[in-house]
């Protein structure tokens, strides 16, 4: 769906005082959920705006998103 939020509280709700630990007390954590929601911000503006950008660059601007939430959510589940 375009334009959906995907912040990690709202994926993974039932994750967010871990959540909300990692990002106070891990740097590499708090530094990589930064840039994660940058991008969600980016590619939600994106795709409500009908901006202009190729396929090729969204596509990459999303690849990278999926990519961040792997380790993210890899790293909620080893706290």
């Known amino acids: 769906m375009l ?4 912040s990690l509280l709202n994926d993974f709700p039932e994750h967010q005082e871990t959540i909300k630990q990692l990002n106070n007390s891990n740097q590499a954590f708090a ?3 930064q840039r994660y929601h940058a ?5 939600r503006e994106l795709e409500l705006n009908n901006a202009p950008i190729d396929d090729e660059t969204l596509h990459q601007l999303k690849k990278e998103r999926a990519e ?3 380790i ?4 909620i589940l080893n706290a």
């Open 3 to 6: 334009g959906e939020n995907h």
């Open 31 to 33: 530094k990589n959920a």
């Open 39 to 43: 991008l969600d911000a980016e590619i």
């Open 68 to 70: 961040l939430k792997d």
């Open 72 to 75: 993210l959510y890899q790293k």
